[in-house]
Structure formats: C-alpha cells, structure tokens
T-cell receptor, first 111, second 114 residues
C-alpha cells in the first residue's frame, strides 16, 4: 500500500518562482526522503529528513517535516527550467524496511 | 553518478517470451530492490533483497522472480511475458545500516509486451 501522497499531482510555474510540493503519509516513520526523476530516467536522491528533525536545507531546497500532521513539504526556491521533473517523497518505518514511494508531483518550470 | 546499471534500457517482445532484466551495482551495497513504475508515475515495490541468498516479495503482487547469488547482481525474470507486464522497471540499491539510507537507482528498463 502507498504510504506517501504528494500534492499537487502537477504544478506549472514560471522560472524564478518558488515551487512547493507537499507529502502526507499514514504511519510512523523513521525518516522521509525526497527524490527527483527526469523523464524516462531513474530517480535521484535529493534530501533526507529524520523523524526528529523539523527542517532541513540543501542549496535551493528546503524540506520541512511535521510528524504531528504526518506531512512534509519540499520547497524549491528560484526555480529554473532545469528543475522540470517529477518529485517523489518516500518513507520507511524503520531502518530495516524498504522505502515506500508516493505518487509524485510533476513540476514544469516555464522559461 | 550512481554505479548501478540496468540492461536492457528498452525491450519490445512478444507475449509468452521469457525475459530477464539485469541489474548490477559496483558500490558493494547489500540491499537491492526492484520497483515497477506505471504510466501514472506511481512506484510499486515488487522484490527486494538484503543480501546474498535473501529475497523477499514487495507490496505489489508480481509474476516475476528474482535471485541474489552475488552481492552485485540482482536479476529479475519473467517466465512468460504478457501485455500486462508492460511497464518501466527500476532497480535500486542502498547500504545496510542507518548511515546512508538513500537509494541509488539505475536508469530503468522499459518493457513493452505485444
């Protein structure tokens, strides 16, 4: 069964704008990860946030985690056309369980 | 760049054929996974392995089988392909332990069964 659900399913913005994607999950997690997938390619890991963390930054990426609401958000600031891709959240309930992925958000950044 | 390789990248075959999708990684990872991705993007875990001679079925019922005879190799086999098997198959690997739990993915194998 799917653990994560991303929202929105698709997002279209202008270059330079910020993009925010949300992820909700159902059960307790060990950590939450975000991945990116360019069309027709494999997924690439972007950032990981542990269950005891609330916010994390990496370059233009900012991830928040609210375990009380079982939700996370990924913010991409100053978006570029090259950010056009699908973005997935993934969770595991312990270090020994496989990651379960959400359905993804398709982001289109228009130059 | 992740050192995980999938072959073939693209495969078109007829119904009833046996196929094997290859996946190899050179990172020494003990954990390996196969995900099936449908056109709507959703990824479903179909098989995983936490080490040599260890394989488990994932959440999605699959008619495929896997083997893990060597650490670096995790092939997926369909004994008799059907049109319903048409999909993108993604292989991934990760380290054992909590140090670096992120998955490294191959580029995928896109299978079309006619």
């Amino acid at each position: 069964s799917q653990q994560g659900e991303e929202d929105p399913q698709a997002l279209s913005i202008q270059e330079g704008e910020n993009a925010t994607m949300n992820c909700s999950y159902k059960t307790s997690i060990n950590n939450l990860q975000w991945y990116r997938q360019n069309s027709g390619r494999g997924l690439v890991h972007l950032i990981l946030i542990r269950s005891n963390e609330r916010e994390k930054h990496s370059g233009r990426l900012r991830v928040t985690l609210d375990t009380s609401k079982k939700s996370s958000s990924l913010l991409i600031t100053a978006s570029r056309a090259a950010d056009t891709a699908s973005y997935f959240c993934a969770t595991d309930s312990s270090g020994n369980t496989p990651l379960v992925f959400g359905k993804g958000t398709r982001l289109s950044v228009i130059a | 760049e992740a050192d995980i390789y999938q072959t073939p990248r693209y495969l078109v075959i007829g119904t009833g054929k046996k196929i094997t999708l290859e996946c190899s990684q050179t990172m020494g990872h003990d954990k390996m996974y196969w995900y099936q991705q449908d056109p709507g993007m959703e990824l479903h875990l179909i098989h995983y392995s936490y080490g040599v001679n260890s394989t488990e079925k994932g959440d999605l019922s699959s008619e495929s089988t896997v083997s893990r005879i060597r650490t670096e190799h995790f092939p997926l086999t369909l004994e008799s392909a059907r049109p319903s098997h048409t999909s993108q198959y993604l292989c991934a690997s990760s380290e054992v332990g909590g140090g670096r739990p992120e998955l490294f993915f191959g580029e995928g194998s896109r299978l079309t069964v006619l």
